[in-house]
């Protein structure tokens, strides 16, 4: 028992314990969205699955190649690309909610927009 | 030692975290475990060594994208409303569904990368290097990735704007 301890606070850490860490993070982020209805829960989970392969290169990078940077310039510009990916999906989310009043994925049968005639004769209803 | 106990307080945050972050109630609640989970991989990247990482991680990821989410949950729910539950039989699915794949994954990772787990040391990187990196047209230099982003940046400023407007 106390050799297991030891062992565990000694030496370096290991490469696979930084896989693991970020294994859990992809597939909570997978769970999430397989199972989640709301489209804001479903990008809360591609965040998660992007950043934990950030971790993964990062780790690789510095395991394997410690003196080229590859893996180190990848984490970067992925960080960047998500940035992009949550301003444009955060801008159709809230386009989606002006138009349906929420943003449940069932409610989304078509893509189209409401028409000008479509919307007055919504109104008249309401 | 001391690293190890700061990995293994960080990767409990992160397993704790992304897996509330992805089964809460209430989807404010879920953003601030998202931002805890994104604070906890900053601090990995502290410890494998790469500081200017762990600075762009906390900047842009746990400052502008999470400042982004909760804009986005403002202004769709009700504040302190929650979303409603999904269905047993989709959520047994999902579970099915990632646990199978963690423990394939897992099972692979376990097996096969133990052979090359030992870390030689680095030089630090200074901020000079990464400069020269970012900016250069030579082997192993990255000027064309960082313009592609830079024009993907002013494509996505503009849809963004397209889609949000109102159209009157």
Redesign the interface.
């Known amino acids: 028992m106390g050799e297991f301890f030891s062992k565990l606070f000694s030496g370096t850490i290991p490469l696979e314990a930084y896989i693991v860490v970020s294994l859990i993070m992809f597939f909570s982020g997978i769970y999430g969205f397989l199972s989640r209805k709301s489209l804001l829960m479903i990008l809360i989970s591609i965040e998660l699955i992007l950043n934990s392969i950030d971790i993964n290169f990062a780790v690789f990078n510095r395991y394997l190649y410690p003196g080229n940077m590859e893996g180190f310039f990848f984490a970067l510009f992925t960080i960047a690309i998500s940035a992009c990916e949550t301003a444009v999906a955060i801008a159709i989310v809230i386009n989606i909610y002006r138009n349906l009043n929420n943003v449940e994925v069932d409610s989304m049968t078509e893509l189209r927009e409401p028409s000008a005639n479509e919307t007055e004769i919504k109104e008249v209803n309401e | 030692?001391e690293?190890?106990?700061v990995?293994y307080i960080l990767?409990l945050i992160?397993?704790v975290f992304?897996?509330m972050?992805?089964?809460s109630g209430r989807?404010i609640r879920?953003?601030t475990y998202?931002l805890f989970?994104?604070l906890a991989?900053a601090g990995?990247?502290l410890?494998?060594?790469?500081q200017?990482?762990f600075a762009?991680?906390t900047a842009?990821?746990a400052g502008?994208?999470m400042v982004?989410?909760i804009?986005?949950?403002l202004?769709?729910?009700r504040p302190g409303g929650r979303?409603?539950p999904?269905s047993v039989k989709?959520?047994v699915?999902?579970?099915i569904?990632?646990?199978a794949?963690?423990f394939f994954?897992?099972f692979i990772?376990?097996s096969n990368?133990?052979r090359?787990?030992?870390?030689?040391?680095?030089k630090e990187?200074d901020s000079r290097h990464?400069g020269m990196?970012?900016m250069g047209t030579g082997k192993?230099q990255?000027l064309m990735?960082f313009e592609v982003?830079s024009v993907?940046?002013l494509a996505?400023?503009v849809?963004?704007?397209m889609?949000?407007r109102?159209?009157s």
């Open positions: 030692m690293v190890h106990i990995f990767s992160i397993a992304s897996v972050a992805v089964t989807l879920s953003a998202l989970v994104l991989t990995l990247y410890i494998l060594g790469y200017y990482l762009v991680q842009v990821y502008g994208i982004l989410f804009f986005a949950i202004l769709t729910q979303i409603t999904e989709q959520r699915f999902a579970i569904l990632s646990v794949g963690a994954s897992g990772i376990i990368i133990g090359v787990s030992h870390l030689v040391d680095m990187i990464i990196t970012l192993f990255y990735p982003i993907l940046l996505c400023i849809g963004a704007i889609i949000a109102k159209r």
